[in-house]
C-alpha cells in the first residue's frame, strides 16, 4: 500500500471523473466498477463511453473489477456509488479494512429507511475509530474530467486526514478547501438536489429568472433550517457546499435532477422522466426522505414538500408552485 494511494469506489460519471482527476496527477489510481462486464467495458476502451463519452483515461489509471484488491491497493478509499448503495458498500469492504486505511464518500442523500446521514451509517458499519471526509460542492463530472476550472470542499473533524485527502486532491484547475463542518456539507449535498428538481419544474413550467432566483434563495433558507437543527455551522450554507452546489445544479441542464423536474413539468411521469435520464436521480429518492425527516423534526421546508407531492402523490407540478405563491405573506 503506497502511503495516499487512492482508490475510487464506483464508476458512474462522478466516481469515473474523480478517478480521471487522482490518475492525471501522475499517481496510479485503481476505479472499481460494480459489475465486471462494466469494468472490462471501462478497461477495454479506456474510457467510459456510458457517462463521460470521448474522454480517455490517463494510463496510470487501473480499472480494477475486484473489490477487495482496489481496496488493498490504497491508503484512501473513495466511495462515489449513489447513497442508497452506501452502506451495502461499506459492508462489503469492511473485512478487507486495515488500521491504516482512511474513507472518504462523495455520494450525496441520506438513507431512506433510517433518514440517517451517511457520516452516521459509516460510524454504525466501521466504528468511530476510521478517520473519514466528505467531498461535496458545486462539481460537474463532465467539466472536472476534462479539467475545467472548479473548487469543492472537503470535510473532516480529523484535521490531519482532511488535509492530507485536499491535498491529495488539489491540482492547478481544482481547488479543494477543507472544513470541519461533516453535517452541514452533507445536509448541503443533499437537498440542493430536491431544489434542483423544483428549479427544473418552474422553469420547465416557463416562470423565468425572477422565480427561479426566489426558488433558489427560499430554498437555501429552508437547507438551513433543517441544517439549525441538526446543528450545523450555519456559514457552511453560504460556502462551496451549500449556496454553490445548489446555485449550480439549478441553473444547468448537466444537472440530471434539473432535468427530471423539467420532465415533469412537460407532463412526463416520474417513471418516464427515470427512464429517459438513464442514471440515479439522488433528488427523487432524497425528496421522500426529506418529507419524513423534516416532518419529524418539526421543519418547515415547503419547497421540498411540493417537490415531494409532484412526484409520490400525482399532484401537477404547475399546482405545487401556485400553491408556494399563496402561502401567507410573512417576513423573511
Known amino acids: 500500500m503506497e502511503a495516499g494511494s487512492i482508490c475510487v469506489l464506483g464508476a458512474g460519471s462522478w466516481g469515473t471523473a474523480l478517478a480521471i482527476l487522482l490518475a492525471q496527477q501522475g499517481k496510479t489510481c485503481h476505479l472499481w466498477a460494480h459489475s465486471v462486464e462494466h469494468a472490462h467495458r471501462l478497461d477495454t476502451a479506456r474510457s467510459n463511453e456510458r457517462y463521460l463519452p470521448d474522454i480517455n483515461f490517463p494510463e496510470t489509471l487501473i480499472v480494477e473489477p475486484d473489490l477487495e484488491q482496489a481496496v488493498a491497493n490504497a491508503e484512501i478509499i473513495l466511495i462515489a456509488v449513489p447513497s442508497h448503495a452506501f452502506r451495502e458498500t461499506l459492508q462489503k469492504i469492511s473485512p ?42 458545486p462539481t460537474f463530472a463532465r467539466e472536472v474530467a476534462i479539467g475545467l476550472p472548479t473548487a469543492i470542499t472537503v ?14 486532491l488539489h491540482t492547478e484547475t481544482f481547488r479543494a478547501y477543507t472544513c470541519k463542518d461533516v453535517i452541514g456539507v452533507q445536509i448541503g449535498g443533499a437537498i440542493k438536489n430536491v431544489l434542483a428538481i423544483a428549479a427544473g419544474i418552474a422553469d420547465g413550467l ?27 455551522e450555519p456559514t457552511t450554507f453560504m460556502g462551496l457546499a451549500g449556496l ?5 445544479t439549478c441553473t444547468d441542464d448537466q444537472s440530471r435532477n434539473r432535468r427530471f423536474g423539467k420532465a415533469l413539468a412537460a407532463g412526463s411521469s416520474p417513471e418516464q422522466a427515470f427512464a429517459d435520464i438513464g442514471q440515479v436521480v439522488e433528488g427523487a429518492l432524497t425528496a421522500k426522505v426529506i418529507h419524513e425527516f423534516a ?12 417537490v415531494y407531492r409532484v412526484i409520490y402523490q400525482d399532484l401537477p407540478p404547475k399546482q405545487a408552485v401556485t400553491e408556494l405563491l399563496h402561502r401567507r405573506q410573512k417576513a423573511e
Open 155 to 168: 470535510a473532516s473533524a480529523d484535521e490531519a486526514f482532511s488535509k492530507k485527502f485536499a491535498g491529495r
Open 96 to 137: 478487507a479494512l486495515q488500521p491504516e486505511h482512511h474513507i472518504a464518500w462523495a455520494s450525496k442523500g441520506l438513507e431512506a429507511s433510517s433518514h440517517k446521514l451517511l457520516s452516521q451509517i459509516l460510524v454504525e458499519e466501521l466504528g468511530d475509530q476510521i478517520p473519514f471526509a466528505v467531498l461535496s460542492g
Open 206 to 232: 416557463g416562470f423565468g429568472a425572477n422565480t427561479r432566483a426566489a426558488l433558489i434563495t427560499r430554498g437555501l433558507a429552508e437547507m438551513s433550517r433543517l441544517g439549525h437543527e441538526l446543528k450545523a
Open 295 to 306: 416532518a419529524e423534526l418539526n421543519v418547515d421546508m415547503p419547497i421540498c414538500e411540493q
Open 244 to 248: 454553490g452546489d445548489l446555485v449550480l
